[in-house]
């Protein structure tokens, strides 16, 4: 029973061309995270959405977008991605309603940038 | 977030007791130690959390010391499926806190 659902898996793009990675859940929980972790390095975080409040770390690049269109689904854009974008992106969930904060991951999507 | 401290790597017999510290000694009175552990290739997975009390699930053990400035994941019986990357993380309840991820320690259990 999947809660979290990260496509694709795997994603190839190419240098410059635009690519979104898509999330979505089955938990209804009201926050969503986005994480981008490089080989042999930690998950780094690039944004949430509190409900429907964005919140952007300071350094994440303008190249990275995000939508949430509704509570299930959470899209991360890559406007002209970079060698350096190249990485596992992370989609995680979270509610505040038990009290009990912890987080959610999905398998992950893989990107490849040639 | 308050800070962390962890060792990045530790190893382990199979079988035996796994033991990962982690100190946190600016941990704030309202914030929870929580444990995730991330398996190669896959997102990373909630294990186990607490406040002052020790506390024990079906994945783990989580030992507080009495002054609350570090902690000990306790894995009674590693086996092979237990080697990941280990995370220790504090943060309030109360209110929203976005969650940032330490180094970890990379444990390894030796058949």
């Known amino acids: 029973d999947a809660m979290v659902i990260q496509n694709p898996r795997y994603q190839v793009t190419q240098f410059g061309k635009p690519v979104t990675l898509s999330c979505s859940q089955t938990l209804n929980h009201n926050v969503m995270y986005w994480y981008q972790q490089k080989s042999s390095q930690a998950p780094k975080l690039l944004f949430h959405?509190?409900?429907?409040?964005?919140?952007n770390e300071a350094d994440t690049p303008d190249n990275f977008q995000s939508r949430r269109p509704n509570t299930s689904f959470c899209f991360l854009d890559i406007r002209s991605p970079g060698l350096g974008d190249a990485a596992m992106y992370l989609c995680?969930?979270?509610?505040?309603?038990?009290?009990?904060?912890?987080?959610?991951f999905g398998s992950g999507t893989q990107l490849s940038v040639l | 977030d308050a800070k962390t401290t962890q060792p990045p790597s530790m190893d382990c017999a199979e079988g035996r007791a796994a033991n990962l510290p982690c100190n946190h000694s600016?941990?704030?009175?309202?914030?929870?130690v929580y444990w995730y552990r991330q398996i190669h290739s896959q997102g990373p997975q909630y294990i186990i959390h607490g406040l002052k009390n020790n506390e024990t699930n079906e994945m783990a053990s989580l030992i507080i010391t009495e002054d609350r400035k570090s902690s000990t994941l306790i894995l009674p019986h590693a086996t092979l499926r237990d080697t990941a990357v280990y995370y220790c993380i504090v943060r309030v309840h109360e209110g929203y806190q976005k969650v940032t991820f330490g180094t970890g320690t990379k444990l390894q259990v030796i058949p």
């Open positions: 959405y509190y409900d429907k409040d964005f919140n």
């Open positions: 995680a969930t979270s509610s505040q309603s038990t009290g009990i904060e912890k987080l959610f």
């Open positions: 600016t941990i704030s009175g309202n914030e929870y």
